[in-house]
């Protein structure tokens, strides 16, 4: 089974509308971390956003924030006030267990377009 | 702040060749990654060390062996290169203390 599964093709916001990107998981490990990573085209994997599973709030970062339902196996990314130079590739990516040096597991991504 | 250095960024081989990957993670982080990811794909964990010793190991090719060296440093060596192989392969670090990953810019190999 899928430890993470991302099923929108491709998402297309307006300039300055905030857009919901959607992430499922799937784990039995109590203890898990999730993670959103942005991927422009010229390649590099940057840091968002994260969300422990023990955490009472749901995380936010400057205009990211993340929708975390844990029944639900959910944590989407919200951005708020989209950016043109939000166009990317978004991942959601999930650590199981509590060591911080586990691996990261990815979804297969979903790409966001900004029109102006 | 230092980040996690990758070299070459970018690498061309022919077929049958050999290639090395260089991976130099944040200083005091103890946990380096390696992640292939190929055009229109999602990264595809290969193998990680922790202080130095293998740590985990995922779907990575006999034909790849991997190591890190005494300075933290990391080397993922691929052998009989095909035209499979090209990619883009990224290197993560992280530390015991915090939760975060940081990867590298990232090497992408093209073997023609």
Partial sequence: ??????????????????????????????????????????????????????????????????????????????????????????????????????????????????RP | AAGVIQSPRHLIKEKRETATLKCYPIPRHDTVYWYQQGPGQDPQFLISFYEKMQSDKGSIPDRFSAQQFSDYHSELNMSSLELGDSALYFCASSSRQGYGYTFGSGTRLTVV
């Fill in chain 1, 1 to 114: 089974a899928q430890k993470i599964t991302q099923t929108q093709p491709g998402m297309f916001v307006q300039e300055k509308e905030a857009v919901t990107l959607d992430c499922t998981y799937d784990t039995s490990d109590p203890s898990y971390g999730l993670f959103w990573y942005k991927q422009p085209s010229s390649g590099e994997m940057i840091f968002l956003i994260y969300q422990g599973s023990y955490d009472q709030q749901n995380a936010t970062e400057g205009r990211y924030s993340l929708n975390f339902q844990k029944a639900r196996k959910s944590a989407n990314l919200v951005i708020s006030a989209s950016q043109l130079g939000d166009s990317a590739m978004y991942f959601c990516a999930m650590r199981e267990g509590a060591g911080a040096n586990s691996k990261l597991t990815f979804g297969k991504g979903i790409t966001l377009s900004v």
